[in-house]
């Protein structure tokens, strides 16, 4: 009986401490955007195995599960190689959950990170990519948060990878010029000096 309280009470602990989605998001920014490379894939293992802990405690809140592919997914790119991809597989069906239960959660970050995700992985036999979904599902997210800095920035370097490069500026334009997020500065602040990067890359096409 003792045994089986104090497993009761390790559930309610669980429940209770559960971290919130904006410590997830303050986390992978830190690790993304100010945390060296080299201590990135052990910094993203590491935030991976507390969000799906809470992934497993809330497993109907859309917020948790597109939060936990974000990481999953960093941590596959940290880790590379094949043994990676079943973290990408992890992250995609986090995803296709999170659409299912609210795709319009977190302004469609869903539907943008499964299109980053499609055109992102090596297609078949080795992966999922498929660059009809990729495009599909970006634009699904664009539609849900058509100023949102993310969902701009990843169709923006969609068309950039497809040599769509007079396209490609039109939503890296758009990108860069986003409305802040409160409390997500560091998230900001990274993203637009990829923005930048990609920027300076479609002119040099351009020119």
């Given amino acids: 009986m003792k045994a089986l309280m104090l497993g009761a009470l390790a559930l309610i602990s669980t429940s209770v401490l559960a971290a919130p989605v904006s410590y997830y998001q303050q986390s992978w920014a830190e690790i993304k955007y100010q945390t060296a490379d080299e201590q990135q894939k052990q910094a993203f293992s590491d935030l991976r195995d507390k969000v799906q802990a809470d992934v497993k405690a809330h497993p109907d809140d859309a917020g948790y599960l597109i939060w936990g592919a974000i990481i999953s997914a960093s941590y596959a790119g940290a880790k590379g190689g094949i043994g990676a991809l079943k973290y990408v597989k ?45 495009e599909a599902n970006l634009k699904k997210g664009l539609a849900i948060n058509p100023t949102g800095i993310d969902a701009n920035f990843f169709y923006g370097d969609f068309l950039m990878d497809q040599g769509r490069y007079k396209e490609a500026k039109v939503y890296l334009d758009k990108a860069l010029a986003a409305p802040a997020r409160p409390g997500r500065e560091v998230a900001d602040a990274g993203r637009r000096g990829e923005i930048k990067e990609r920027l300076d890359k479609v002119q040099a096409k351009l020119r």
């Fill in 90 to 134: 992890e992250a995609k069906a986090e995803l296709e959950q999170a659409i299912k239960l609210n795709g319009e959660a977190l302004g469609g970050s869903a539907y943008t990170s499964l299109g980053s995700l499609y055109y992102q992985v090596p297609g078949w036999p080795i992966g999922f990519g498929d660059d009809d979904k990729a």
